[in-house]
């Protein structure tokens, strides 16, 4: 008898791979609409990608940042999330209909939080759907991906964009005269920590008077 699977044709091991990745996220992605609760949000439910230099921030950061944010924001307030995923995580964990968040990431893994999510590229800071219109948010969380000043300066660029004017940025204690060049904000007391111990000293900064010094 002839071997069943002989005339079933075979997959390259790339092609192989690319199906298997694709069926590994359809099952976090199904796993994330059926499990209990508001975990497809908690902090970590998408696991960090070093390649695209993330890291979480800690539970209590992220939820700090969070409350700072709605504070910030108002009543019925806007808030844009520009590269930090976790704290979007977590105020769509605890969000009463009051506010709306927007998260703007490179990360496509994110896009599983549907229409919430905006492909960002901070290569291209201005290339936004027609959706965000200009000076549409109460405030903008940002924490660019690299701690670089070409980085900063164009995240810096789409911040200014999208926000009325409140502004919270996250990112290394060695940008702090660069964030104050292009932001205007100034760093606060408040340490944020991450969930991995990072090697750069890390600080908040706003331009407004905040609940984080």
């Given at each position: 008898k002839m071997d069943d699977d002989d005339d079933v044709p075979q997959l390259s091991s790339q092609a192989l791979a690319a199906l298997q990745e694709f069926y590994l996220e359809q099952e976090q992605r199904e796993g994330m609409k059926t499990s209990q609760g508001s975990s497809q949000y908690s902090v970590g439910s998408i696991e960090e990608n070093w390649q695209l230099s993330q890291f979480w921030y800690s539970e209590e950061t992220a939820s700090c940042l969070a409350n700072e944010a709605i504070a910030a924001a108002g009543k019925d307030g806007k808030i844009a999330c520009i590269s930090a995923p976790s704290v979007y995580q977590k105020l769509k964990e605890r969000?009463?209909?009051?506010?709306?968040?927007?998260?703007?990431?490179?990360?496509?893994?994110?896009?599983?939080?549907?229409?919430?999510?905006?492909?960002?590229?901070?290569?291209?800071?201005?290339?936004?759907?027609e959706s965000l219109l200009p000076h549409s948010f109460d405030i903008v969380v940002a924490d660019p991906p690299y701690l670089s000043e070409e980085c900063l300066e164009k995240t810096a660029e789409t911040v200014k964009y999208l926000t009325k004017g409140k502004i919270l940025l996250c990112t290394g204690a060695v940008m702090?005269?660069?964030?104050?060049?292009?932001?205007?904000?100034?760093?606060?007391?408040?340490?944020?920590?991450?969930?991995?111990?990072?090697?750069?000293e890390f600080r908040c900064y706003v331009n407004y008077v905040s609940g984080l010094d």
């Open positions: 969000e009463g209909p009051a506010v709306s968040v927007c998260i703007l990431e490179y990360d496509r893994r994110f896009s599983v939080y549907g229409e919430e999510f905006v492909f960002y590229d901070y290569n291209s800071p201005l290339s936004l759907p702090e005269e660069q964030a104050a060049k292009h932001l205007g904000v100034k760093m606060c007391k408040f340490i944020p920590k991450h969930s991995r111990n990072l090697a750069n």
